[in-house]
């Protein structure tokens, strides 16, 4: 994901699943994801990758630091709180 246009892409297509609240940061590369507890991270993986991009997992001490700390004391909400996301071939 390089481009503002690809960073919306992304942003629009996580808050169209039901439940989502999304934002993504282009120069990180990184989408804070809150959620509704029944929304697994394979669901936003997923979503994600049927719009052409790659996205996995990541947690708050997956070495970023500048990270900030998620709202919610939520086991849940933090499994899904990062996700990283690449555009597919290239």
Same mark, same amino acid.
């Given at each position: 994901?390089?481009?503002? @246009?690809?960073?919306?892409?992304?942003?629009?297509?996580?808050?169209?699943?039901?439940?989502?609240? @999304? &934002? *993504?940061?282009?120069? &990180?590369?990184?989408? &804070?994801?809150?959620?509704?507890?029944?929304?697994?991270?394979?669901?936003?993986?997923?979503?994600?990758?049927?719009?052409?991009?790659?996205?996995?997992?990541?947690?708050?001490?997956?070495?970023?630091?500048? @990270?900030?700390?998620?709202?919610?004391?939520?086991? *849940?909400?933090?499994?899904?709180?990062?996700?990283?996301?690449?555009?597919?071939?290239?």
């Amino acid at each position: 994901m390089s481009c503002g @246009a690809c960073s919306r892409r992304v942003e629009n297509t996580l808050n169209k699943v039901d439940g989502v609240q @999304a &934002t *993504v940061d282009i120069s &990180t590369k990184i989408a &804070t994801v809150d959620a509704r507890h029944d929304i697994t991270v394979a669901e936003l993986c997923d979503a994600v990758e049927r719009a052409g991009y790659h996205a996995e997992e990541r947690t708050a001490g997956h070495d970023d630091q500048s @990270a900030p700390a998620p709202k919610s004391s939520s086991i *849940v909400a933090r499994a899904i709180r990062w996700v990283t996301v690449g555009h597919m071939g290239g």
